[in-house]
């Protein structure tokens, strides 16, 4: 790759030279990035309707508004105290505590203290599902921490590929943040080098592929590989028995005037077709199933119980299939989780609390949303991320600067006196007074204390 050494070698002066730890310096690139945003938005609806066929609300709602995190104004203030995210940093500042901690008697007179401090140079790999999303917001959190960044695009949205390309040395610090376009080949040579951090959204099995890359270097990963996210419906709830029927009108009224998104290339459309052609899984459909590869459209389609083991159930769908199982007993529904990988995400519709909690007790999941769907992706205040099968490692606002920053312990003392207890040797005096600094017993440490000075211990 041409430019790639002299690239890296770039942001690795640039992350030595301490500019990037200077959180008056972090607070310029991410009001940077909200202008972009603001000044930007005609043309990230361009690139999204190219790339995926969204409409602009769609593309507003599920794009933009998640790198604003919901409040414009808090992108540009991400690293001040108000939001708690430096609580404590100054700016001019590029080291100071987040939280001091409380500490046993033992170590007494002894401080402690957390420091957030940036990881260094982090390597992040977006996906073509949300292009720009996901981009942004992995971005935001990677530069509130203080590190600087290399960021793949994915190939399979080029419009957006380019587009953050062009775009983003526009706004924010290219000494800082580096952008590499291209598909696997690109990929595959920017996982030979070390890095500090990667995070990569896709699927399982180029997860493994980073994971074992990051492997030869003991580099950490956050892996958001997708996975499946499976629906309850409680059989008990008054439409019951006209969820199908409920379900096909509500489709033909929400996609009546063709805001339907299309399938993001022919690669994929293919990979989704295939899933009908096992005839099982054909004759399982009860609404939809209509193909046009001239415009990458599948309909909406509704599947009554397919087979388990069938493709269908087993792997990502990623598309506008909904296979629904149905169960003798509403309850049946917690084992038939715990039977199956663990999903990136639960929505449970129930009104039956006792069942809610058991849901979230019993069953293991990146979340679990009551009564709604998909809200939970854009709501900042709440980690995203998978478990197992589904990934691991969370982000979305102050998730995103945690996952990019390494928590490190600092504990500061002065050059007082030493009293003798922590040191050989041992007797059963020390050995209670041990006892008491964890119990913070004071009367009982007093007295201690006085016994040791009477044998001049100290």
């Known amino acids: 790759m041409e430019g790639l050494e002299k690239g890296l070698e770039e942001l690795r002066q640039t992350f030595g030279s301490g500019k990037t730890r200077d959180v008056a310096w972090r607070k310029s690139q991410l009001r940077g990035l909200l202008r972009l945003l603001n000044e930007e938005e005609e043309d990230i609806f361009r690139v999204l309707h190219e790339d995926l066929g969204k409409h602009r609300v769609e593309a507003y709602r599920d794009e933009v508004l998640l790198s604003l995190c919901g409040r414009s104004e808090e992108v540009g203030e991400l690293c001040s105290g108000e939001f708690g995210w430096l609580d404590g940093y100054k700016e001019g500042e590029n080291s100071n505590s987040i939280g001091m901690v409380k500490l046993p008697w033992l170590v007494w007179p002894s401080k402690g203290e957390v420091v957030a401090e940036p990881l260094g140079l982090v390597l992040v790999f977006s996906s073509w599902n949300f292009p720009i999303g996901l981009t942004l917001e992995c971005l935001i959190g990677a530069i509130s921490a203080g590190n600087v960044v290399v960021l793949k695009p994915s190939e399979q949205s080029p419009a957006s590929s380019l587009f953050l390309a062009n775009c983003i040395p526009m706004y924010i610090d290219s000494k800082a943040v580096k952008i590499y376009e291209g598909g696997s080949s690109v990929a595959e040579k920017l996982l030979e080098y070390k890095w500090d951090k990667i995070f990569f959204t896709g699927s399982a099995r ?10 030869k270097h003991l580099t950490p990963v956050t892996l958001e590989l997708g996975g499946k996210c499976l629906g309850i419906v409680d059989s008990r709830l008054s439409l019951h028995d006209k969820k199908v029927d409920l379900l096909i009108r509500m489709i033909k009224k929400f996609f009546a005037k ?8 022919k690669q994929q459309y293919h990979r989704l077709s295939d899933l009908f052609n ?5 004759a399982s459909i009860v609404h939809g199933g209509s193909r046009n590869i001239k415009d990458l459209v599948i309909e909406p389609t509704i599947m009554l119980n397919p087979p388990l083991d069938a493709e269908i159930m087993t792997e990502e769908i990623f598309g506008p299939l909904l296979p629904i199982i149905t169960l003798n007993k509403i309850e049946d529904s917690i084992e038939f989780l715990r039977s199956r990988p663990k999903p990136l995400a639960i929505y449970a519709f129930t009104n039956d609390e006792k069942f809610q909690r058991r849901i979230v007790a019993e069953t293991s999941s990146g979340s679990i949303t009551f009564n709604d769907a998909v809200v939970q992706y854009v709501l900042d205040a709440l980690p995203f991320g998978g478990v197992g099968g589904s990934g691991f490692g969370k982000y979305h606002g102050k998730y995103s600067f945690d996952t990019f920053s390494n928590d490190k312990a600092v504990l500061r003392r002065g050059f007082f006196a030493e009293i003798s207890f922590r040191y050989p040797p041992w007797d059963d005096l020390k050995l209670q007074f041990i006892r008491a600094c964890y119990d913070f017993d004071y009367i009982r440490l007093l007295r201690l204390i006085l016994g040791l000075q009477s044998r001049r211990s100290i």
């Open 258 to 265: 063709n805001h339907l998104s299309r399938i993001v290339n």
């Open 206 to 215: 180029v997860g493994r592929i980073v994971m074992t890359a990051a492997a």
């Open 278 to 282: 096992d005839p099982s899984v054909a």
